[in-house]
């Protein structure tokens, strides 16, 4: 009987580190997985002023849309004018929805037409939110 207990110790003690070794394993990989990469996420770049298409609005900006996540995604952005003007994108009013899903790191270019609204002289700049749908 005693030679017994030693060897129940030992594999006791084996399971234990086992499972330690694995917990250990499970936690780094939830943790770096944690960090990566969102799989839908989009950047939008700073509005830059950009010529306006012929008999366009007194000024345009143009801003750059990325997915910056891992997998395709369609991408719908709104624009918000600033106080006092009105703004839409130059292709499709004030929400714009990309035609198809756009691939991680691929880059969508969107033109918008700033105008005031009566009574106000002064350009703001928009403000333009994207989102994966």
């Not at 839908?40 to 609005?57: H, I, K, N, R, Y």
């Not at 839409?88 to 005031?116: C, H, N, W």
């Amino acid at each position: 009987m005693d030679g017994i207990a030693p060897i129940r110790r030992m594999s006791v003690t084996n399971v234990l580190v086992v499972l330690l070794v694995v917990g250990i394993a499970l936690g780094a990989f939830l943790l770096l997985r944690s960090f990566g990469a969102p799989a839908s996420a989009v950047d939008v770049s700073e509005l830059t002023g950009t010529p306006c298409p012929v008999g366009g609005e007194p000024a345009c900006f143009q801003t750059s849309i990325t997915n910056a996540g891992t997998i395709p995604s369609t991408v719908r952005c709104d624009v918000t004018p600033g106080p006092g003007n009105t703004a839409v994108f130059t292709s499709s009013g004030t929400t714009s929805t990309d035609a198809g899903p756009l691939d991680p790191d691929a880059t969508l270019p969107l033109v918008l037409a700033v105008d005031t609204t009566p009574g106000n002289v002064r350009i703001y700049l928009p403000k333009v939110t994207c989102s994966p749908i």
